[in-house]
């Protein structure tokens, strides 16, 4: 089981994204959060959003310093028949989401320096688990069904388990670069963002009990014993078989229990102790009546190697059902080489291009607890970052409005992302061909941002952003699963003084659930329901020195 339980929850990181693609986060400024759109920003923001346009700025320092408190739900639903209950709710837990940039503008030269958390930055608690961690116990209790037509003391009826997960990740951004102003209306710039990198996973397989004619057994225990006496039961068996062999040595093995009863080869005793095993085996009296001593011995050589076969198989799961734990840590660093292009035809419109290559990233586990085997202390771990292409379209003509229009795509398809847990969970040992690895085509989100100018130190603003990560069916599972979603964030900008602006803003996003079809070797198919819901405060001081 231990290959069953907890598989690749490295894939985990998926879930902690908040706004952006399924391992970057694009909410990195309070200006985002009130508005939803920032490709095209000509502001401090800009570092992140659009650094080719860092040489609008006035000549001179400029610095912010952004937080975010994000609150994040993520519901399961799971049609898998055998489990006890089908509702799983992880909360996602952000308090502090940090952001910060400093710009130093000379002439045709910015030079840039940003700060956040390019992708994680939360912890995720699954105070019952996942579905993917509970079926492959739940399955244990049909495949201990049989047990009851041994002995009506060993009916199996249920299960129960404490299962806990909880996940923390966090990809630190520290951007770098360079903006050079070729003329009046075109400006590049090239830079790296370096992502010093960690994940934590700690969970646990406790207590796992088996309902046994409506007494809860400690699982491991209870089928140690049972093991022991099926046991003793195949050597009963093999001891009837044996008790038979001279009977058939001497010419008897084509004659019935009453035959050699009559003839007194056997006495009334001997024939009832005979009959009395072969009736616990289930052999029916009237077929018992009509079986020779060849056949009987037969039937008692088959109950005795199954009994075994049954002893040993409980033995083994017995040792897997004990209590298990997992506690590693996950390091590494990567390097994300970023480029830009600012046009802006006139004053009124802005044009900006941003790419930044795919990042190569690999984590080493530094594993304290690993009961599962899943996470060898020392072992490198994929989590490469996908390439993004951001463009946005800002207007500044009218004085009393600002308008943004930002679509940013994400190279998820060059990525790979592993098998499906749920199908390692259902598949693995049994059937590796029905396994799937996890795709995706080219995601996207497209953002309208709205700023309304109600005086010259005062604004307040709105804006929607759509996402959509056009992941494939077999990316998704309760791991980690992607929702189409919209988003929708207001705000205010408070110029308080010729200086020193404030930033302050709150977004909701309204995620579209997603329910999927899986298979299963005790359960042809059922189907999953994923949701989420996410709650965004942010606010940010922005400071110049002119």
């Keep these: 089981m231990k290959k069953l339980i907890f598989s690749l929850a490295i894939v985990l990181l998926g879930s902690y994204v908040f706004a952006g693609g399924l391992l970057t986060n694009t909410n990195q400024s309070a200006q985002f ?4 759109s920032r ?43 055998l489990l006890n209950d089908p509702n799983y ?34 912890s995720a608690e699954f105070e019952r688990g996942l579905p993917s961690f509970e079926i492959p116990i739940s399955k244990v209790v049909p495949g201990l069904a049989g047990l009851a037509q041994i002995s009506p003391d060993m009916n199996v009826q249920g299960y129960n388990a404490d299962l806990y997960f909880t996940g923390s990740s966090i990809f630190w951004g520290f951007q770098l670069g360079a903006t050079y102003e070729i003329n009046e209306k075109l400006s590049v710039y090239g830079g790296v963002r370096i992502l010093p990198s960690k994940n934590v996973y700690q969970g646990s397989i406790k207590n796992i009990m088996l309902d046994v004619n409506g ?52 006495s009334p005793e001997d024939k009832a102790q005979l009959e009395g095993g072969l009736i616990l085996m289930g052999v029916p009296q009237e077929q018992i009546d009509g079986m020779n001593v060849s056949q009987i011995q ?78 060898p202390d020392g ?55 029905k396994i799937r690895m996890r795709e995706s085509d080219m995601g996207y989100e497209v953002g309208l941002g709205l700023q309304f100018n109600l005086s010259e130190n005062f604004s307040i603003s709105t804006g929607g952003l759509y996402g959509d990560q056009k992941v494939k069916d077999n990316y998704q599972s309760d791991f980690s699963y992607s929702n189409p979603s919209f988003t929708l964030g ?37 189907d999953d329901t994923y949701g989420k819901t996410a709650l965004t405060f942010a606010v940010g001081l922005s400071y110049s020195i002119f």
């Excluded at 014993?225 to 001497?250: C, F, H, R, W």
């Excluded at 229009?405 to 847990?421: D, Q």
Aim: glycine share 12%; net charge negative; hydrophobic share 40%.
């Design 379 to 433: 072992s490198p771990v994929n989590s490469d970052i996908p390439a993004l292409l951001a463009v946005g379209v800002g207007y500044t003509g009218i004085d009393w409005l600002e308008a943004q229009l930002s679509y940013t795509g994400f190279f998820n398809n060059r990525v790979g992302f592993g098998a499906n847990v749920r199908d390692l969970s259902s598949w693995q040992g049994v059937d590796d061909s």
């Design 89 to 122: 709710l992880g909360k996602v837990a952000v308090p502090v989401f940090p952001t910060a940039y400093a710009a130093y503008k000379k002439n045709k030269w910015a030079f840039s320096f940003g700060f956040g958390p390019n992708a994680g930055g939360g």
């Design 215 to 266: 007494t809860m057994n400690p699982a491991s225990e209870w089928l140690t014993k049972t093991s022991g006496e099926l046991g003793v039961m195949a050597s009963v068996a093999y001891y009837g078989a044996g008790s038979v062999q001279p009977i058939i040595d001497n010419g008897g093995g084509s004659f019935t229990l009453s035959q050699l009863e009559q003839a007194q080869m056997i």
């Design 298 to 375: 037969g039937a008692y050589t088959v109950a005795g190697d199954q009994l075994t076969g049954i002893s040993t198989t409980l033995s083994g799961t017995a040792a897997q059902l004990g209590d298990k734990e997992v506690d590693t840590e996950q390091t590494g660093t990567g390097f994300t080489p970023i480029l830009g292009i600012n046009f802006s035809p006139n004053e009124d419109w802005n044009i900006a291009v941003k790419y930044e290559n795919k990042t190569y990233m690999t984590l080493t586990n530094k594993t304290k607890v690993d009961d599962l085997g899943l996470f």
């Design 33 to 36: 959060i009130r508005m939803m």
């Design 39 to 81: 490709n095209a920003a000509l502001g401090i923001d800009a570092v992140y959003y659009n650094p080719a346009g860092l040489t609008k700025l006035e000549d001179g320092w400029h610095f912010s310093l952004n937080s975010q408190t994000i609150f994040q739900d993520k519901s399961v639903y799971c049609g898998y028949p």
């Design 490 to 526: 207001a705000g205010v900008m408070w110029k308080m003084t010729e200086k020193l602006v404030l930033d302050a803003g709150v977004s909701n996003t309204f995620y579209q659930d997603v329910t999927l079809t899986f298979t299963d070797p005790v359960v042809p198919s059922y």
